[in-house]
């Protein structure tokens, strides 16, 4: 069964740092794109991220762009998205998502086949 389980959200103080992980079980997430999207309260939910199957594409949304990194993990079968300098507009509910890929270097916000659950950032004073 394939699944994708993200961890590592929480509440953190703005100019925080926080590791989200989106760990794929039953698949090898190197075969698909694997992206962040976030939902924030009242409002739609958004791409953040992306990474092709080469890794040689590599999409942030322009609010995060300097401030977070998205890596792949092949070993553990895990992408990660480090996110620093964190704002409060940054506080939303993270999915992690998954793509069979049009070529390696596919990437983008849309057309997901796969979802995680999804983690809880607050950012907060």
């Known amino acids: 069964q394939l699944q994708l389980v993200e961890s590592g959200g929480g509440l953190v103080q703005p100019g925080g740092s926080l590791r989200l992980s989106c760990a794929a079980s039953?698949?090898?997430?190197?075969?698909?794109?694997i992206g962040w999207l976030r939902q924030a309260p009242g409002k739609e939910r958004e791409g953040v991220s992306c990474?092709?199957?080469?890794?040689?594409?590599?999409m942030y949304a322009d609010s995060v762009k300097g401030r977070f990194t998205i890596t792949r993990d092949s070993a553990k079968n895990t992408v990660y998205l480090q996110m620093n300098n964190l704002k409060p507009e940054d506080t939303a509910v993270f999915y992690c998502?998954?793509?069979?890929?049009?070529?390696?270097?596919?990437?983008?916000?849309?057309?997901?086949?796969?979802w995680g659950q999804g983690t809880q950032v607050t950012v907060s004073s």
């Open positions: 998502a998954a793509m069979v890929p049009i070529n390696d270097a596919h990437c983008g916000f849309w057309g997901w086949d796969y």
């Open positions: 990474i092709s199957i080469s890794g040689s594409s590599i």
């Open positions: 039953g698949f090898n997430s190197d075969h698909y794109v």
